[in-house]
């Protein structure tokens, strides 16, 4: 399947707030006591130490990001510029890191809120909490852009009037508790001191490189070329200053030691100048501080895993985008299903161990990056260009390099297990994707048969028309005519053939007749003659019998009246047959050539069948196909956005957009109108010969064949009409129809299977 683009929906407020929130997380909640402990008031220079070190960094991705704005962050630039294992491993790594960071910020949103809900189960709130961020991802990027806006607006609030009161209010900062411990440096020798900077760093640089958010979802983000490089800048200045800031009120309010020996420093702090009121208000500032870090964490490893589906090193079916919402829903479920299971262990350091090495890992290569592909492609665009080219991002990659040689050694040991599984993974992908592919076209084949229930001859000849018309599409597939005879209860079953023998001549001749015309046209066929005590417990039997049956194709006579539709044949079978199911309502197809084809298309598995059988159906004659959309007439549309989505969901049945495929989008409140509309509109070009639609999602209710709206399209339309259903299991069905609530926007809009 071709890759698909995001769409650009976060401007500069959005990725300004995607950036902050990524990089401002709990962490200063929580590491900012342990760090004073090591440093003492040396801690403001440490982190002003940090932020200059990781500004090295921010430089190279404003850089990478602007020029190269795709999905994937520092991932996608190491796959751009080199190819192998490597750029395997720093996806692999990153993509575990963001989601284990994820996890771990649902985990210490589950223990914040514990201080307000003392009993409240760890694991179960953090999947909870896991969960509703990825139903904010999967509604798209301009919901997490404003749920992101939210809550870094209101940490920067918090941590803004933190600063602020602890200096104006009485109980607030003091010069004395500031120097409490006897000056600014706490360790004897400039070395020790140096070095245990240098130490703390190393705890406290993941503080900082929240910004490669922005890098990761650039492909989502308007105008890059300007707004990439001021969010990724602006949101490093302003961490710096509210960490020293946040760190020099803190020193001045509580002792070294108190902040070092709290679980929760900020709140402690608070609880000074604030009175009773301090610890719940910063409780309530970490809980936010772990959401936004989620929000933006969630959205990295989603898009990491886009990236690596992109450039085959994972499941192609992960680069698919939702053709409404566009977001990577594949990517969404699977990563928040792992990040859920990782959540549910409840395990904070483990977490935060695999997420520390994940977040180095990728930082290190990402700057080397910038290097080979300024080599590789000198004349790309580049909005913004580093200075000191190459001395920086040679001297950004060491950082991180050093700023690796102090984090804990636990973090190293489980990075070298996350690498060595990932090279087993990337060794085995290739065999792996090769098996799932023969397994996959092995069930395909075997499901080759097209089964065709005939018992009218006024219908048969149309039925079988369509039927080798569909044969001749698909290789390998057959043709199985089938004539069902209803015994009656008093003939034993097993003298039921005799009763064939003697008294269904008419029907033999009907079958062999039908026979007779698929072999003529190149498509073997052969017969089937069934007693049964019901005609649609006897097709139903036989299609489940035959386990190569993929198809069941039927005909309609008539008007789609509830009278006519509840208890008949054909809804029965319909309703019941655990394969694919086509309805003609023939008005037409055995008088000639099928031409013109018009498929109103909405998405849903449904829609896709129709669009595969219609394309398969004007393909077998020559003709041509017209994608059809329906729009309301009333409210702002972009029509350039809904070609998109039509363009695009017609690539991803087809794999390709042949020349014989045109678009239509068409204005109307009322679906039906607005198909039979089209399928009246005649203008310059011959009318159509037939509408094939899906069926929408009452298909399932006992007076509806298709659903309403294929019903009446099939009684409105001057053509014939093919209606279809595509088999799905019953859970896989419920899953689809509740993601697809979760997601509609709001408004007017059109379900995956409203027009099918």
Not at 160 to 169: E, I, M, N, P, S
Not at 208 to 214: S, T
Not at 363 to 384: D, G, M, T, Y
Request: charged letters at 15%.
């Amino acid at each position: 399947m071709t890759n698909r683009r995001l769409v650009r929906t976060l401007g500069l407020a959005h990725t300004l707030m995607l950036g902050i929130g990524g990089t401002m997380g709990a962490g200063v909640f929580v590491l900012i006591g342990h760090a004073a402990g090591m440093v003492g008031p040396a801690l403001i220079l440490t982190f002003l130490v940090a932020g200059l070190l990781e500004f090295f960094t921010a430089l190279d991705y404003a850089e990478l990001s602007s020029s190269y704005p795709i999905a994937g962050g520092g991932y996608a630039y190491v796959s751009q510029a080199r190819e192998g294992f490597l750029p395997f491993s720093v996806g692999w790594v990153s993509w575990f890191g963001a989601m284990f960071y994820c996890a771990l910020c649902g985990v210490g949103f589950a223990l914040s809120l514990r201080i307000f809900l003392p009993g409240l189960p760890v694991s179960a709130t953090a999947v909870g909490i896991v969960a509703i961020f990825a139903i904010i991802n999967f509604r798209g990027s301009e919901e997490v852009g404003r749920t992101q806006v939210i809550l870094a607006g209101l940490l920067l609030a918090s941590l803004t009037g933190y600063v602020l009161l602890g200096l104006a209010l009485p109980d607030g900062f003091t010069w004395a508790r500031f120097y409490e411990g006897g000056g600014f440096f706490i360790h004897k020798g400039a070395v020790n001191n140096v070095v245990k900077i240098f130490q703390t760093i190393g705890l406290i640089h993941v503080l900082y490189v929240g910004f490669e958010v922005i890098g990761t979802a650039a492909e989502e983000v308007k105008n890059p070329g300007r707004n990439i490089p001021i969010a990724i800048m602006t949101t490093l200045c302003i961490c710096i200053v509210v960490y020293c800031a946040v760190a020099f009120v803190s020193l001045g309010v509580v002792s070294v030691e108190t902040l070092k020996n709290s679980s929760a420093p900020l709140a402690q702090a608070a609880s000074h100048f604030l009175g009773r009121f301090g610890a719940p208000l910063m409780g309530l500032a970490g809980l936010v501080a772990t959401l936004s870090s989620l929000n933006t964490a969630m959205i990295s490893s989603t898009r990491i895993a886009l990236a690596l589906s992109r450039d085959g090193y994972l499941p192609s079916f992960l680069a698919r985008v939702h053709p409404r919402l566009k977001t990577p829903l594949p990517a969404i479920l699977l990563s928040g299903g792992l990040i859920a299971a990782c959540a549910a262990t409840g395990r904070e350091v483990f977490l935060s161990y695999v997420a520390n090495f994940g977040y180095l890992y990728l930082l290190v290569f990402a700057n080397l990056a910038l290097v080979w592909l300024r080599r590789k492609f000198p004349e790309q665009k580049r909005p913004f260009k580093v200075p000191f080219y190459p001395a920086l991002p040679i001297v950004a990659a060491g950082t991180c390099v050093l700023m690796g040689a102090f984090i804990e050694p636990e973090a190293l040991a489980l990075g070298g297990g996350l690498l060595a599984l990932g090279l087993i993974v990337y060794q085995l992908r290739r065999p792996v994707s090769r098996a799932v592919e023969v397994a996959v076209q092995t069930v395909e084949a075997a499901r080759h048969e097209i089964l065709v229930p005939v018992a009218n001859p006024l219908t048969a000849e149309s039925l079988i028309k369509m039927a080798v018309i569909l044969g001749r599409a698909r290789e390998d597939s057959t043709l199985a005519a089938l004539s069902v005879v209803k015994i009656p209860e008093t003939t034993p079953l097993e003298l039921a053939q005799d009763f064939l023998d003697r008294r269904e001549n008419r029907r033999k001749a009907l079958l062999k007749r039908v026979a007779d015309y698929a072999h003529e046209q190149g498509v073997p066929a052969r017969t089937l003659l069934r007693a049964t005590r019901g005609i649609s417990s006897g097709i139903l039997g036989v299609a489940e019998a035959r386990s190569g049956v993929g198809l069941i194709l039927m005909g309609w006579r008539g008007q789609l009246t509830t009278q006519r539709v509840a208890g008949s044949v054909v809804k029965d079978v319909v309703y019941g047959a655990k394969c694919d199911v086509a309805v003609l309502r023939n008005r037409g197809v055995g008088e000639g050539d099928i031409k013109q084809v018009l498929v109103p298309i909405g998405g849903g598995p449904h829609a896709r069948l129709a669009l595969r059988l219609a394309w398969d159906i004007a393909g077998a004659g020559g003709g041509s196909l017209t994608a059809l959309r329906i729009l309301p007439e009333a409210g702002k549309v972009d029509m350039k956005t809904e070609m998109d989505v039509l363009h695009q969901l017609v690539e991803d049945v087809l794999g390709e957009i042949p020349e014989e495929v045109t678009f239509s989008l068409r204005r109307n409140n009322s679906i039906v109108e607005g198909i039979l509309a089209e399928s009246a509109q005649v203008a310059d070009r011959a009318s159509y010969d037939l509408i094939a639609i899906g069926a929408s999602e009452e298909w399932f209710l006992k007076d509806r064949l298709f659903g309403s709206i294929p019903d009446r399209v099939a009684d409105g339309a001057d053509c014939s009409v093919l209606m279809v259903r595509r088999y799905e299991p019953a859970p896989v069905s419920w899953l689809r129809r509740t993601a697809d609530k979760i997601g509609k926007p709001r408004g007017f809009t059109q379900s995956p299977d409203q027009v099918s």
